[in-house]
């Protein structure tokens, strides 16, 4: 009982981070990363897929952590291949046919730009952040990110059309923080 009411406690004095990224000609930045980096690390993800159906990747944007195994299912009627130069290194997982996946490991922060050799068409984003508070915007440009202590924090921004943000700011509970985007 003691620790339940801890843990309460301490979920209690967490707050949240919402608001709203725009690109610089005022629109919303669908599908924006925004991550907020301060002193506690992130944790590798469990399971994290980007998918191959119709001759593209699903998810196109996504987010994981440092450490990652990121599994490429090949879900499409036809071969695909994984390729990306992440960060000076290079992996390449090959040409392979449906039912069959192959993975990944991202041990470092960064972005992959993840393409397919059969299909130049084909591309995706895998963003590896090392903070456990990240999200990805919806439709609205909105983003919201749950249970953050308050204090300190890095922010970082990416959209895939080049508009990025990078400022420090520190919150409180349920903070609201607005993000403009520049190129």
Not at 65 to 83: A, L, Q, S, W, Y
Not at 158 to 174: I, L, P, R, Y
Request: proline share 5%; charged share 15%.
């Amino acid at each position: 009982m003691v620790l339940m009411l801890a843990i309460l406690s301490w979920s209690a004095k967490n707050g949240s981070l919402s608001g709203r990224v725009t690109l610089p000609n005022g629109r919303p930045a669908v599908q924006a990363i925004v991550w907020f980096s301060g002193s506690i690390r992130s944790k590798a993800l469990a399971n994290a897929m980007v998918d191959q159906r119709n001759r593209s990747f699903i998810p196109h944007v996504s987010v994981v952590t440092v450490g990652t195994k990121v599994d490429f299912p090949n879900n499409d009627i036809i071969f695909h291949n994984v390729f990306t130069e992440f960060n000076s290194t290079k992996f390449d997982l090959g040409n392979y046919p449906k039912g069959t996946k192959r993975s990944q490991v991202f041990g470092q922060t960064g972005l992959a730009v993840i393409m397919c050799s059969i299909h130049p068409d084909m591309g995706a984003y895998v963003m590896v952040v090392d903070t456990p508070y990240y999200a990805i915007t919806d439709k609205k440009g909105d983003y919201h990110i749950s249970d953050v202590p308050s204090g300190r924090y890095g922010v970082q921004v990416w959209h895939e059309s080049g508009a990025k943000a990078s400022f420090e700011t520190t919150t409180s509970d349920n903070s609201h923080i607005d993000i403009p985007l520049k190129r």
